[in-house]
């Protein structure tokens, strides 16, 4: 048989109900992919002072839009990336396009990783704190947490060590058997 409260609960699912009040969400997207949209296209703006001439940016260290622009190739302040956040982030609609006034809590999740990065592959601290600033700029009274768990664990003991492939046969004369660590 057809069960048409099923069929409800999807079309309505940008409803959500907490007690007797209910709150309305943009229905299509999460806020969560909102977010991930909006951090991934902040990240593509420290390619402006990477050592690399990166010909893609949202908003690149040079663009006359900002108050100091910069050459590309030069390191660039904490203000500086600040203000090509902001802009990032007005180009992209404000903050106030997916974190309601009102919130309560917003979790940033920057790309972190257990070595140490190049640009791109890990994100910058500033550009963490700027969005943190744009987000309490948004929603003051919202609790900000840092979601910053590496996509790879290092062992604390080999920090600094350099990786070393371990890809033979066993007829090479190398160890009959490796040990992985579980049990």
Avoid: C
Wanted: aromatic share 4%; no cysteine; glycine share 8%.
């Amino acid at each position: 048989m057809y069960d048409e409260s099923a069929t409800d609960t999807l079309r309505n699912s940008h409803v959500v109900q907490h007690g007797m009040k209910r709150e309305y969400s943009r229905p299509g997207r999460s806020l969560r992919v909102d977010l991930m949209i909006l951090l991934a296209m902040v990240g593509l703006t420290l390619s402006a002072f990477a050592e690399q001439n990166y010909q893609v940016a949202v908003v690149p260290s040079d663009d006359p839009a900002l108050v100091a622009p910069v050459e590309r190739t030069q390191e660039l302040s904490t203000e500086q990336i600040e203000a090509m956040v902001r802009r990032a982030v007005g180009l992209a609609g404000g903050l106030e396009v997916v974190i309601p006034e009102a919130a309560r809590l917003v979790v940033l999740k920057p790309n972190v990783g257990a070595r140490p990065g190049t640009i791109g592959v890990v994100t910058d601290a500033r550009v963490v704190r700027a969005v943190a600033l744009l987000v309490h700029e948004a929603a003051p009274d919202a609790r900000i947490y840092i979601g910053a768990g590496s996509g790879s664990w290092l062992s604390p003991d080999l920090v600094g060590t350099v990786p070393v492939s371990l890809n033979f046969t066993l007829d090479e004369g190398h160890r009959q058997r490796m040990f992985d660590g579980f049990r």
